[in-house]
């Protein structure tokens, strides 16, 4: 995410990062405002100016009252109403009338540095906080809520050192009240994700659904912290291949993601979401799903999601055989990483879509070269996951240059890995020339294919369930996009910007009787009646 505020070496100096932190908070705050009050003007439950918030601000309340409805809100992870009260608690703090003792101060910075480790995904700002926490650690703080905050902030640092230095946590911990939520519950969703990155999915998957379970009992199924681990196990799940009723766990947690302010769950969700769709043959819905997910990262500035939800369409569309516009929508990619060169979330997505689109159009070797310095830069931040899901793009890159003895022994080894550690989906979802080789190699006889013969079931089990997902694809947005002219696509885009006839004749230099005829036929193909209509049936199908 960006801010307005960026840290410089003095705020990161000894005093400074207090400062910094506090800023970085303030700027959080004042972006979400001004995007709320541009988004919607209603008050909305759980977002930042909903009826609690407003609340608070229309009646004085004391300080150490604030922090502790701040504090609240943090074990809720209702992460944007927490910052909103902790601003509130500085402006209140700042009247002449209103003195703080010196620990409702202190409780304050670090409560924002808790806050800020859990919502930043910028590496100086984690890092400014981090230094406010490890302060407070050496000077005597040995709660469980401290001790995860830790381990969750050097994680994002992709400091696994210190990480792994900070005592673990006691999940098991009986009781359900002050800080023994955040260590039982959110502390194991994060160490879930870092485990699922060292390829012990087992172990990620059963720490997961233990906080999902406690998160369920303690806050009901309506909470965000009941909502982010549900699209935690879900995502663990669905690349187990264990997909039944996943939609419906994190459909029923999207409201609570959305305004949450926590832009990492609501990229995981949209995520998971739009690969089921795509999984069961529904790609009109994974469309929306992603439309959905790019209008809410620009509506909250999340760079990273946006970059990555376009890589995602680009992905449904070169397997929809529509390379023109996955190379449109890798062109998207690129204007947003000229624009954040430090955001190394977007950088990547747009590194992979790019590879993808030169895949598709002959180019692999160009992809591979790629591929390439992206697995080697996983494997410098120790992410395992991402490294062997780059492996299995790898493979498909060089068995599509003609490299056959490199692709096939990438392909194999990361078959052999992930069958260790039971991925999955990755090898389902995997590209037409890894799908061709795993036939081969599954049908090939055992001296001649000199494949592991524990490797020949997980194989099969993979081109069963790839074969199942060929059937179900219908093929009614491919249909609809080779039936519309390259006229009509022109036509089609200027009036999803709003246009009449008049000016998109004026802008196209055809006569306006021509985009009468033209709007006409869109309508026919598309099955619609109104101008409204055709723009988001367009927009689910990915045209647009």
Not at 349 to 359: D, E, G, M, P, T
Request: proline share 3%; hydrophobic share 45%; with cysteine.
């Amino acid at each position: 995410m960006s801010f307005s505020c960026r840290l410089n070496e003095r705020s990161m100096s000894s005093g400074g990062s207090i400062q910094a932190v506090r800023q970085s908070s303030l700027a959080l705050v004042r972006q979400d405002d001004s995007t709320a009050l541009n988004r919607d003007s209603r008050p909305r439950p759980n977002a930042l100016h909903g009826p609690r918030v407003l609340e608070s601000r229309s009646v004085r309340l004391s300080a150490n009252t604030l922090l502790v409805r701040a504090w609240r809100s943090l074990i809720e992870l209702r992460i944007d109403d927490a910052l909103a009260t902790v601003a509130q608690f500085e402006d209140e703090i700042a009247r002449d009338d209103a003195p703080a003792a010196p620990r409702s101060r202190e409780f304050a910075d670090v409560l924002r540095a808790l806050l800020l480790v859990l919502k930043s995904q910028d590496g100086a700002v984690v890092r400014a906080a981090l230094s406010v926490l490890e302060s407070r650690h050496r000077s005597g703080g040995k709660s469980p809520a401290l001790t995860a905050a830790l381990r969750i902030g050097y994680w994002k640092v992709r400091d696994f050192d210190r990480y792994y230095a900070v005592p673990r946590l006691n999940h098991a911990v009986p009781t359900h009240r002050g800080t023994h939520g955040l260590a039982t519950i959110i502390g194991p969703m994060f160490e879930a994700v870092v485990e699922a990155e060292q390829l012990r999915l087992a172990v990620a998957t059963r720490l997961a659904r233990s906080a999902h379970e406690r998160a369920v009992s303690r806050f009901g199924k309506r909470s965000p912290v009941t909502a982010r681990a549900a699209v935690v196990l879900a995502e663990l799940l669905y690349e187990e291949g264990h997909c039944a009723g996943l939609d419906a766990l994190v459909m029923e947690s999207l409201t609570e993601v959305r305004t949450s302010g926590d832009g990492e769950s609501a990229l995981r969700a949209y995520r998971v979401l739009a690969r089921l769709a795509a999984r069961r043959g529904d790609t009109e819905f994974a469309f929306l799903i992603l439309k959905e997910a790019e209008v809410l990262a620009a509506a909250c500035d999340w760079t990273g999601m946006m970059g990555e939800s376009l890589m995602l369409r680009t992905q449904l569309l070169l397997k929809e055989g529509r390379t023109r516009d996955a190379a449109i929508c890798t062109e998207r990619i690129e204007k947003l990483a000229r624009e954040f060169p430090s955001d190394d979330t977007l950088q990547a997505s747009h590194a992979l879509a790019r590879a993808q689109v030169l895949v598709a159009t002959g180019d692999a070797r160009r992809a591979s070269t790629i591929l390439r310095k992206l697995q080697a830069a996983s494997c410098d931040k120790r992410n395992n996951f991402w490294a062997l899901r780059l492996s299995v793009q790898l493979a498909d890159a060089l068995l599509g240059c003609g490299d056959q003895a490199e692709g096939r022994a990438m392909l194999v080894q990361a078959l052999q890995v992930g069958a260790r550690a039971g991925v999955y989906q990755t090898f389902v979802d995997a590209g037409a020339h890894v799908a061709e080789l795993l036939l081969s190699l599954h049908h090939a006889t055992p001296p001649d294919s000199r494949l592991p013969p524990e490797l020949r079931p997980y194989i099969g089990s993979i081109l069963a369930d790839r074969a199942q997902q060929r059937a179900r694809t219908p093929t009614r947005a491919l249909r609809v996009t080779e039936s519309l002219s390259p006229r009509e696509h022109s036509v089609l885009r200027s009036m999803s910007c709003g246009l009449s006839n008049k000016r998109i004749a004026q802008e196209l230099q055809i006569a306006p009787e021509t985009v009468k005829s033209h709007v006409k036929g869109i309508f026919i193909k598309l099955a619609v009646q109104t101008r409204a209509h055709a723009v988001s049936t367009a927009g689910a199908l990915g045209m647009l």
